[in-house]
């Protein structure tokens, strides 16, 4: 007894340690590259002159949003790429036309030096007008290049007064051109209309709308949308997907993204070699007003046309994505140089624009593509065609019975035979 | 049986003692290891990874959709809970619980409050979903639950403009009920289905992205063992004493009574 709880306690520790080791084995490795490059971040900031009201805890909106910023830039993760542009902090005058372009880089979005910054947001007064728009298109700038994660942190306390471009056509585009793009809203005192405009900012990108009205739900929402930058995300890769099954492209195990049109369908090809299994998920993303009542159909089909399996979604109402997906285990051959078959996914969706909505750029659209090794098969219902519950004890112990009945009868009969020669 | 036992208490050693191991290795300032997750994500691809039996709480604002994600195995049938706190004033809202499963496709509640509607005045909404039984292995063309990753979806589905944007807290918790062997298939997957397996990077690091990560306490079941072995073995055990004592019924006791005694 003594030998095998020590043995197992053995194993126990063995094993504890061996699975920590695989586990965790990069407790070294952590704040190395990743391969990544460092998420940014940048911060914009309505510098107009509805920031000198003071309402928000008896203080200014301009007070709490320094202090706020105080705070956040303090607790900015190491890795990430801070930025700070302001919009309506330079022209008191009333030109709408020099005002509407009123938007200044006021920290370049870099490694952050917190003592520089606090101090170039300590020199903000609220002056001007709110060229929500404009500003949006520059902090796009600001984030150009690298692969890491890009996130613009809004922060207004009154709506666009540069129409008719309109801030939420502007955060489309931005997030139809800028892969892993999303902007987050926060309104200061919001009235409805506010709410209104960056709610649909941020649902134009799949970012989050807040209302603020207190300091510390200032402070603890960027600092936790700062956080949410720093937590590492796979970012999908473009794909261009084709009108047709021949002129698709070929994709391998990964993610993708895309943008699809009303009414559009679009192709993907996939190899998959005979003992592999495709594995496709879609998820098309409802980023400006659309009717209710929705679809998403996914479709592998057969170079020539077949379809082979599909999936569908459908839902109604308030949506951010619809999706759904399909696998397609591909029997084992024989012959080892099989050839591999190119299967196509064909995505279509019928979202339809709310009236008045403009129609392009097209949807985003991301798309889930993993081919693992070996199928799978099942010949029976029930695991390898085992059974279970009391109706089978009784058939077996009744049929072991008849069997032993009659084992015994002819026993008997064969002694009595052999008896009567 | 023990020894199945005995390796299940291994594991489970093997869980307790790699939790405070994985809180020593991570140092971010952002996640607890061993805690619950207090954030959410806003789309499958950033879903917050949730342990089964883990209270995850997130803050968010109405309007958000908020994403959590959870690995559930064969035999298990998953029971998802959501409590949303619902700010001081506010006019009636609808809130809605989906669950996706791995593939992304929708998952059916059999019952549970998927959607519930808070009059203006409530302080919190509760929602549930019970998920069908996980199968070990389904067809291609069924949309049955099968092991892998799972997707919670919490979000208001109808919420008046003026209401967008304020605060709500929200609280979600996975635990599910094994179901057993009346619940087994045959077949099984070569790959539980969690999203980006197959472009998982081949040696793994901490803070490697990935699309879904966390697997059951004890690992993916290999799917051969249910409790349908011990009921056909069983079975087979009683088949044969029964052929026994039908045997031995026609026997009767002793030698026949017609033999003489010095045959």
New interface residues.
Partial sequence: MITRTRL?SG??AL??AL??G??????A??GEP???DAPKVDLVLDVSGSMRARDIDGQSRMAAAKQAFNEVLDAT?EEVELGIRTLGADYPGNDRKTGCKDTARLYPVGPLDRTEAKTAVATLTPTGWTPIGPALLKAADDLEGGDGSKRIVLISDGEDTCAPLDPCEVAREIAAKGIGLTIDTL?LV?T?KL??Q??CIAEAT??????VEHQD?LT??VN?LV??A???????VPAEGADRCSAAPTL????YTDREEFGQQRFYRVDVRPGQ?L?????VGADRAVNPGHGVLLRAVTSKGREI?R?E?AGT?????L???????KADSDDEDAPAEAVCLAVSHSFSPASGVKTTPGLPL?L??????????????????????WW??GV??????????????L??WRVAVW?TN | MRVIR?LS???L??GV??GP??A???????QDGSSAPT?AG?????ATEIEQGQRATA???T???LYWSFPADTGQRPTVRATVKLPETHAAQTWQIVV???????QACQYGAQTRTAAADASSVELACVLRTVR??SE??ANDPLPGTYYIRV?????A??D????VGTEVRADSEDVG??A????????P?V?????KPEE????????AGLEPEDGWTS??W????V??A???I??????????????GTGRPSR?PPAA
């Avoid at chain 2, 806003?42 to 950033?46: E, I, K, M, Q, V």
């Avoid at chain 2, 249910?226 to 072995?229: E, K, T, V, Y």
């Avoid at chain 2, 052929?243 to 026997?251: E, F, K, P, Q, S």
């Fill in positions: 197992a194993v126990c094993l504890a699975t920590a695989l586990a965790f084995p990069a407790g490795a952590a990743t391969g990544q993760p309104g919001p409805a709410s209104r960056l709610s799949g970012g989050t709308y807040t209302s739900e603890d929402k936790q956080d949410r720093a937590d590492p995300v796979v970012t999908p391998k195990s990964g993610l299994e594995r496709a998920s879609v998820s399996v999936g979604a109402g308030r949506t951010d994505v999706s759904t997906g399909l696998r397609y285990p991301e889930t593509v993993d081919v693992v090794d070996a199928p799978d098969q099942a010949g029976d219902v029930a695991a390898f065609g085992l059974g279970r519950g089978l004890l077996l112990i009744l049929a072991g019975f008849l069997a032993g009945l009659v084992w015994g009868w026993s008997r008896r | 005995a208490a291994a594991l050693t093997v003692a790699a191991a994985a020593d290795a991570s140092p971010s300032p952002s954030q806003t789309s499958f691809r950033t803050s968010g604002s309007g958000d959709y996706y499963d791995g593939l992304r496709r929708r070990a292995w291609p063309w979000t208001p589905v109808g919420v403009t003026a967008l944007g304020l605060p062997g009346s087994a298939v045959d077949g099984s997957l070569a790959e289905l999203p980006g397996i197959a472009s793994e690091q901490q803070d490697a992205a990935v699309l799917g051969w249910s409790d349908r072995w009921w056909t069983v079975g087979g009683l088949a044969a004493l029964a052929g026994v004592g039908g045997y031995a019924l026609t026997r033999v």
